[in-house]
């Protein structure tokens, strides 16, 4: 299996979608690149807060993410939900379906449910629980993102460094989520840059 890195910004801007939608259940995308058998998440496209459901709308989203990932030289790579009740940490029915479309057009894509448990000032621990597809069924990685258990599958997981936390925090705290759009937003207001939210990039960049 690959390692899997995942970029202060691409953490980020799915747990500030989180942030933002706290009463809703959030899905978006991860746009990864992948260099000698190592994929590492660049960035987030946050898609919806008010549908859970595979929909017409959902492939549209797609298809212009793919559009741009194309146009970065990426690819998509993942993709995330956030649900209503913070105490559900497992991949729903309708999730996995949404995470095998997107496993339909990249073969090493993978599912993460976001605990938002883990996104409180006191947690140490990403909010990131990432699902595989192993014989068609999503299987969570345990001890992902636990660099104590070197040789393990969850150790194939990892934080790009030890800011990453810090800096979601941070934002949080700032209430930096503000600045994010989703897919859903676009569609009431089309001046608004669901796919690149450039000004949460430079917050992101400079926090």
Same mark, same amino acid.
């Given at each position: 299996?690959?390692?899997?890195?995942?970029?202060? %910004?691409?953490?980020?801007?799915?747990?500030?979608?989180?942030?933002?939608?706290?009463?809703?259940?959030? %899905?978006?995308?991860?746009?990864?690149?992948?260099?000698?058998?190592?994929? /590492?998440?660049?960035?987030?496209?946050?898609?919806?807060?008010?549908?859970? %459901?595979?929909?017409?709308?959902?492939?549209?989203?797609?298809?212009?993410?793919?559009?741009?990932?194309?146009?970065?030289?990426?690819?998509?790579?993942?993709?995330?939900?956030?649900?209503?009740?913070?105490?559900?940490?497992?991949?729903?029915? #309708?999730?996995?379906?949404?995470?095998?479309?997107?496993?339909?057009?990249?073969?090493?894509?993978?599912?993460?449910?976001?605990?938002?448990?883990?996104?409180?000032?006191? #947690?140490?621990? #990403?909010?990131?629980?990432?699902?595989?597809?192993?014989?068609?069924?999503?299987?969570?990685?345990?001890?992902?993102?636990?660099?104590?258990?070197?040789?393990?599958?969850?150790?194939?997981?990892?934080?790009?460094?030890?800011?990453?936390?810090?800096?979601?925090?941070?934002?949080?705290?700032?209430?930096?989520?503000?600045?994010?759009?989703?897919?859903?937003?676009?569609?009431?207001?089309?001046?608004?840059?669901?796919? %690149?939210?450039?000004?949460?990039?430079?917050?992101? /960049?400079?926090?």
């Amino acid at each position: 299996m690959s390692e899997h890195t995942v970029s202060s %910004q691409a953490y980020a801007k799915a747990v500030l979608h989180c942030a933002k939608y706290p009463w809703a259940t959030v %899905q978006g995308l991860f746009l990864t690149e992948t260099k000698d058998n190592k994929i /590492r998440y660049i960035d987030a496209i946050p898609l919806s807060h008010t549908w859970t %459901q595979l929909t017409p709308m959902f492939d549209i989203a797609l298809q212009q993410a793919q559009i741009y990932a194309a146009s970065k030289n990426l690819s998509i790579g993942g993709y995330y939900v956030a649900y209503e009740d913070p105490n559900n940490i497992q991949l729903s029915a #309708s999730s996995a379906l949404l995470a095998k479309a997107v496993l339909a057009i990249n073969s090493n894509a993978v599912a993460f449910v976001i605990d938002a448990k883990h996104l409180a000032p006191e #947690s140490v621990r #990403s909010g990131l629980i990432p699902f595989v597809s192993v014989d068609a069924q999503w299987k969570e990685q345990a001890g992902a993102f636990d660099s104590g258990k070197k040789g393990g599958k969850g150790s194939e997981f990892v934080l790009e460094n030890n800011r990453v936390l810090v800096t979601a925090k941070k934002l949080i705290a700032e209430r930096a989520e503000a600045a994010i759009h989703d897919f859903d937003e676009h569609l009431d207001d089309v001046s608004l840059d669901w796919l %690149q939210n450039p000004l949460l990039n430079e917050q992101i /960049r400079t926090a």
